[in-house]
């Protein structure tokens, strides 16, 4: 029911607030060598914010709580990560609004969201973007689903180590989008920030998932 979906959400913003937090300094590093050194920072205090919003929000749809950490992250984060995760977050909250969280409106879920970074971000996959961890996540996850009929777990495990590929394919890539981009060449070699943070979330929603 609603209350049950309300606390994972809950939690689940609460892991990654912890875990984004536990990895600011890291991101802040990767985003020093290739962009302005605030990857970090904005996400900690994003998340943070959204993890407090979610604790004091008034309802236990998980669509509108969902949406709330879209919002949050929208008005916190800044730069070009806030729009990208904020936005998405929040559009993609809409999946839920009927069913709530099943199987199937988690396929919905995960495939609106990555539909609304590349609508905003306008960043093809191999552009050292969060889009490079993100793709191969949604797209194994889908696949272990539909497809390959695995629980939702198994598919989840799955798409984590997509992502994970996905973060290490940044590395020899050159930037095309984001102030990476405004290094050319010199980008390569250093693994993207976002693309980082995305699967950390990921990780996130696992570990709470297993709880
Ligand atoms: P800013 O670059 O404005 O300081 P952040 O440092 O918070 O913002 O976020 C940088 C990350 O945003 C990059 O590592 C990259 O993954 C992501 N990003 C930047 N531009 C785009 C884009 N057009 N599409 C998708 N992701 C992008
Ligand atoms: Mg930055
Ligand atoms: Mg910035």
């Given at each position: 029911?609603?209350?049950?979906?309300?606390?994972?959400?809950?939690?689940?913003?609460?892991?990654?607030?912890?875990?984004?937090?536990?990895?600011r300094?890291?991101?802040?590093e990767?985003d020093?060598?290739?962009?302005?050194?605030?990857?970090?920072g904005?996400?900690?205090?994003?998340?943070?914010?959204?993890?407090e919003?979610?604790?004091?929000?008034?309802?236990?749809?998980?669509?509108?709580?969902?949406?709330?950490?879209?919002?949050?992250?929208?008005?916190?984060?800044?730069?070009?990560?806030g729009?990208?995760?904020?936005?998405?977050?929040?559009s993609a909250?809409?999946?839920?609004?009927?069913?709530?969280?099943?199987?199937?409106?988690?396929?919905?879920?995960a495939?609106?969201?990555?539909?609304?970074?590349k609508?905003?971000?306008?960043?093809?996959?191999?552009?050292?973007t969060?889009?490079?961890?993100?793709?191969?996540?949604v797209?194994?996850?889908?696949?272990?689903?539909?497809?390959?009929?695995?629980?939702?777990?198994?598919?989840l495990?799955k798409?984590?180590?997509?992502?994970?590929r996905?973060?290490e394919?940044?590395?020899p890539?050159?930037?095309?989008?984001?102030?990476?981009?405004?290094?050319?060449?010199?980008?390569?070699?250093?693994?993207?920030?976002?693309?980082?943070?995305?699967?950390?979330?990921?990780?996130?929603?696992?570990?709470?998932?297993?709880?």
């Amino acid at each position: 029911d609603d209350a049950t979906q309300a606390e994972a959400v809950r939690a689940a913003v609460e892991n990654v607030a912890d875990r984004i937090e536990d990895e600011r300094d890291y991101l802040t590093e990767l985003d020093s060598a290739i962009g302005d050194a605030d990857h970090g920072g904005n996400m900690s205090r994003g998340f943070e914010a959204a993890a407090e919003a979610v604790a004091d929000a008034d309802t236990d749809d998980p669509s509108e709580l969902i949406k709330t950490v879209g919002t949050t992250l929208i008005s916190e984060v800044g730069g070009a990560s806030g729009p990208l995760y904020g936005g998405s977050f929040m559009s993609a909250s809409q999946e839920f609004a009927e069913e709530g969280i099943t199987t199937e409106t988690s396929v919905d879920f995960a495939e609106a969201y990555l539909e609304k970074v590349k609508d905003r971000g306008d960043a093809r996959i191999g552009a050292k973007t969060m889009v490079d961890a993100l793709t191969p996540a949604v797209q194994t996850y889908k696949k272990s689903i539909e497809h390959d009929d695995l629980p939702p777990l198994t598919a989840l495990s799955k798409a984590v180590d997509a992502a994970e590929r996905g973060v290490e394919f940044t590395v020899p890539i050159r930037a095309e989008k984001g102030r990476a981009s405004y290094l050319g060449w010199r980008s390569v070699g250093h693994q993207d920030p976002g693309a980082t943070s995305t699967l950390y979330i990921l990780e996130e929603l696992l570990d709470t998932a297993e709880e």
